[in-house]
């Protein structure tokens, strides 16, 4: 057998090179186990422990959310050119919209730890956590309408190589509502008025994502119905939906709760806020669009569960991190929706999903942490020569633009017996090429079946 070499070790120059926006949802994945942690269901009289471990994640995420950033700015201004590549990349590109949501997890972690448990800096620590978040509100709409505008106008698209990764521009905008919906609630016993201006633009920024989401979210599910699930590349990427699903609903939750205590104003006699009893009115709406989200979360995250337990996986690398925070922020809802109606069930059931997040993201961490020695994950689709680098570049787009290269879909025609079809197409030989497979098809209910290597 003939010995293969190994992969040449990336030094840090190589490094830079290939680090990706993708990285931040690293960030995202630890960030969301500052909320995980705080509000774990049975604690057990142990919400210190859990509370300590809260802020470990926080100083960590913080520590790592710097790191990026640092690389982030070595790579553009060490190599400016691969700017254009990549913000014309019709996947990477998307992945800008994860540093947002990655700033807004540290903005929670520093209200709830740092702040409600800690106490640390007192009214300057709101105050200065505020103006990050109103940053953070604008990278957010950046990210809704810039990406969202490069991808009508720039990148080329095909309803079967589809996926939920075009939620990544829109999502922002739900998980900056939030994060304004937790600041708000520590502005409350500072400045009403700015309490009620925060939780009214949140308001906004999940009213935004949230229908950015639906929009999306019905080009996927007629994606899925016609085409069945992604292919192996974008296999892992089927959790996504649960994102707008459960930070939208948790969202909600706690804007209902701001309204009922910030209304009515008595300030403006004539307004529509200082009419009595609207708080409340406001919170039993929001809590059964919550309740209608967490329940719409499950329709996705029944079958794309099943379909990753029993589909073979592709090899390990950074979109793996895109299970960790759509499961986090839906468990969240999930926690809250006990919390609100008192429910022991549902917070069983959250505390299940709670462990189960948590071991994901320890084996995940820790197959991450093993590749960072020889750089091997770090990885930029839009700088290879590979046929996957041809989303980049025209040629492979034409090609798979031509008619001979659309989606197939072959079925058995003897009488009386049935084979389920698998659908094939351009794009899912390039992504089989990439991870080393001769080809990559589907069955008709989104199993993925793996070619075998003809050089093995």
Known sequence: MEKVDKPKRKNLTDRIKHFTPSW??????????????????????HQLVLDIISTIFLVLNMALFVTLIAMTVARYTMFPHIWGRMIHHPVQSLFLG???????????GL?????????????????????IWWFDVGLSLLSNFAIFHLMVTRHPHELPTS????????????????????????LVDISESH????????SFMLAVGLLMSFFVLALYTHRLLLHGFPSAGLLVSIFLPLGPFGQGGYGLLLVGDLYRKLLPQSTS???ILAVPGFGAALQAITFV???????????????????????????FGLPYWGLIFPTGVYTLLTIQLGTKIHSTFIHVIGTIYTLAVFCMFSIIAFKTIIRLPSGEIFHAPCLDDAPLAGICNRDLEQSVRMPNATAATTAAATPGTFTPPTITDAREDAFARELGFQTVERTWWGRAEFGANPEE
Request: proline share 7%; glycine share 12%; hydrophobic share 55%.
């Open 269 to 271: 006699p004539d307004s």
């Open 163 to 186: 996926s939920a990764i075009w939620l990544l521009p829109v999502v922002p905008s739900v998980v900056t509502g939030t994060t304004g919906a937790i600041v708000a609630g520590a």
């Open 289 to 315: 669009f919550a309740f209608m989200l967490w329940v719409i979360g499950i329709w996705f995250l029944v079958p794309a569960t099943i379909v990753l337990s029993t589909s073979g996986r592709p090899p």
């Open 195 to 202: 309490a009620l201006l925060t939780t009214m633009v949140a």
């Open 98 to 108: 994860c540093i947002p949501m990655a700033l807004a997890t540290i903005i929670n």
């Open 24 to 45: 931040f949802a690293v960030s995202m994945g630890v960030g969301v186990h500052i909320s995980l942690f705080h509000s774990f269901p049975f604690n057990g009289g």
């Open 111 to 131: 209200i709830i730890e740092g702040h409600q448990k800690w106490n640390l800096g007192g009214n300057r620590l709101v105050y200065a956590t505020w103006g």
